[in-house]
Structures are given as structure tokens and as C-alpha cells.
């Protein structure tokens, strides 16, 4: 059984950054995509990054250039750099494997 569990939020500055990590149990976690999502306040969970298994990352237009996507297959872990961070960015953020497993997500706050 695969589960995901993330870590690496916190609050941070307007300006800061963070790194989340996506660690993957199971055998299987090396063999599909990876995405990472985020649940502003009060609003709908939204995708803002993925990883092939072959390295390729793709964004959203909001964090295209500030955040960078990888992944380590040989520790089964998912990784979502963030810089130079806005209040906007602040929210849930959630792993998901595959399209159908999915974290329980770590909170990022931003402070302006």
C-alpha cells in the first residue's frame, strides 16, 4: 500500500522560501507522476506543479518561476522548492501520486 506524507511547511516572510517533501511508501511510488496542489483559505484546491517519472516538470502560471519541481526516485521522495513567496501562496499544500493518492497536506503561511 502506497501512502504519501508530506513535511517542510511552516510560516515564513513575504520574500522567504521553503522546500516541501513528498515522501512515498511502497514500491509502486517511483512509477507514476507526481503533483502538488495547494487549498487556499476559503477557496477550491488548485494544481500548481507536476513531474513525469522521467524528471519533466510543467506550473501553473502562478508559481512558474518561483517554484521548482523534482523528485528523487530512489528515495521514493517528491520535493517542491518555493521561492521568493507571497502572502497569496499561503495555504494547504498536497502531494499527489498518480492522479489517485493523495496526502494529508502541510500548511504554508506567508506573512506580508
Known amino acids: 500500500q502506497v501512502q504519501l506524507v508530506e513535511s517542510g511547511g511552516g510560516l515564513v516572510q513575504a520574500g522567504g522560501s521553503l522546500r516541501l517533501s513528498c515522501a512515498a511508501s511502497?514500491?509502486?511510488?517511483?512509477?507514476?507522476?507526481m503533483n502538488w496542489f495547494r487549498q487556499p483559505p476559503g477557496k477550491q484546491r488548485e494544481w500548481i506543479a507536476d513531474i513525469t517519472t522521467a524528471g519533466r516538470p510543467s506550473y501553473a502560471d502562478s508559481v512558474k518561476g518561483r517554484f521548482t519541481i523534482s523528485r528523487d526516485n530512489a528515495k521514493k521522495t517528491g520535493y517542491l522548492q518555493m521561492n521568493n513567496l507571497k502572502p497569496e501562496d499561503s495555504g494547504v499544500y498536497y502531494c499527489?501520486?498518480?492522479?489517485?493518492?493523495w496526502g494529508r497536506g502541510t500548511q504554508v503561511t506567508v506573512s506580508s
Open positions: 499527489n501520486l498518480g492522479g489517485f493518492l
Open positions: 511502497g514500491t509502486a511510488a517511483s512509477i507514476h507522476p
